[in-house]
């Protein structure tokens, strides 16, 4: 640990500590490797995010988790642009709110309690890799390992280095943190709320904490000229949920998954570059259909330290190892809900009437998020039932458009 007096060697390296990263970290470790993790933030450390984490999370991360969960979802209620609002409800919690300070400085806190040597307020400077290893620099110090993981987010600095081909595409979004006071708002503490008609082809959200709501608007296009005035009409629809004063909400991109135009010859070219692989936001694994990405970054930092644990002493074998997880296990499904995204944003006001129409379908849905099912699974049974309306939809579309 000598910074500034040449390289400290470590198996790996991981820039970001965020959830992938700490995951990833915690996992590697427990496995005996010697691990390095790097950020350029103090932790814990405050971000505006909705916080939300499908349920099936119960299946990748222990229980302790629960002790920095703020609440537990079990219904959501749907608007369209602050109208007609429909309450679905589960019998079981299908997803969980928290805070990202909270939450983030949990999983940092289990790598180390598992033996990895934590750096935050270490921002890298540069990245070069070769045949004998990679060698990460920061203001501090010059480290080397024989694989690094990017899982510095959006913005990732290991992408920009050694994925300079890779898509940029990434969605807009703002969102708001609105303090509860002395309980102003007309919000159920288990319920979500979501307006498939509050942005173009995105959505609206409220998510409710112990302390605030989050409030905000995506957009799952290339562009958004007038995202602000979107989020002030929410806002503004959702006054009497939100019952007082929004503070300026805070704009950041949403890396969500999208094919690639070769997708079996050019997939894994972005995930894995020589000894460097991608996980979380940074590898753009974010759900097309409701940008979630918590989940997907904990699981893929899980899969990635997997396969390098299997294949401790080839990189090569354990960073394709780790591409070929996702094509198992991830991809599949977020072509599936890429599928339902482009119709549900293209037709928002037909997707909520058939939302009152089909709950049971929605319900179905929330089996997935529990991770009960998969989306691969749940595509085939909703076609069939919606199969025999089919054609009336389609008329519905051609007028509602």
Not at 1 to 22: C, E, F, K, L, S
Not at 236 to 264: F, L
Request: charged share 20%; aromatic share 8%.
């Amino acid at each position: 640990m000598a910074d500034g007096y040449g390289p400290t060697t470590y198996d790996v390296i991981i820039v970001g500590m965020g959830p992938a990263g700490a995951t990833a970290a915690a996992a590697l470790s427990r496995g005996g490797l010697t691990v390095l993790g790097l950020d350029k933030d103090a932790h814990p450390r405050y971000k505006v995010c909705g916080g939300g984490l499908s349920a099936r999370i119960d299946h990748a991360l222990e229980p302790g988790f629960h002790s920095v969960v703020e609440q537990s979802v079990t219904g959501v209620q749907f608007v369209y642009r602050g109208q007609d609002p429909l309450l679905i409800e589960s019998a079981r919690p299908i997803a969980y709110m928290v805070m990202r300070d909270r939450f983030d400085h949990y999983l940092v806190q289990e790598a180390i309690q598992a033996g990895a040597h934590i750096r935050t307020g270490h921002g890298v400077v540069e990245l070069m890799q070769d045949q004998h290893g990679v060698e990460v620099v920061t203001a501090q110090g010059r480290y080397r390992a024989q694989i690094v993981l990017g899982a510095d987010g959006a913005n990732s600095v290991v992408a920009r280095r050694f994925f300079p081909q890779r898509s940029q595409y990434r969605a807009p979004a703002l969102e708001s943190e609105v303090p509860l006071g002395n309980g102003r708002h007309g919000h159920s503490a288990s319920t979500i709320l979501v307006d498939v008609g509050a942005a173009r082809q995105g959505y609206g959200w409220i998510f409710p904490k112990r302390a605030c709501l989050s409030v905000g608007v995506g957009e799952f296009r290339r562009k958004s000229k007038s995202l602000r005035a979107t989020f002030d009409r929410f806002v503004t629809d959702e006054q009497h949920v939100i019952g007082g004063a929004v503070p300026r909400p805070a704009g950041h991109p949403i890396p969500v998954y999208t094919e690639s135009e070769k997708r079996e010859q050019d997939e894994e070219s972005r995930f894995v570059a020589g000894r460097a692989a991608l996980v979380g936001d940074a590898a753009h694994l974010v759900d097309p259909l409701f940008g979630e990405g918590i989940y997907y970054a904990i699981r893929s930092g899980q899969l990635a330290a997997h396969a390098i644990l299997a294949h401790r002493d080839d990189h090569h074998m354990a960073v394709s190892a780790y591409a070929a997880a996702l094509r198992r296990e991830i991809l599949p499904d977020f072509r599936v809900t890429a599928r339902m995204a482009q119709v549900i944003y293209a037709f928002p006001r037909l997707a909520f009437r058939l939302l009152g129409r089909y709950q049971d379908v929605v319900q179905d849905y929330f089996e997935v998020l529990q991770g009960r099912t998969t989306a691969q699974q749940f595509l085939p049974n909703a076609k069939k039932r919606l199969k025999a309306s089919v054609n009336d939809l389609l008329l519905e579309a051609l007028h509602l458009r």
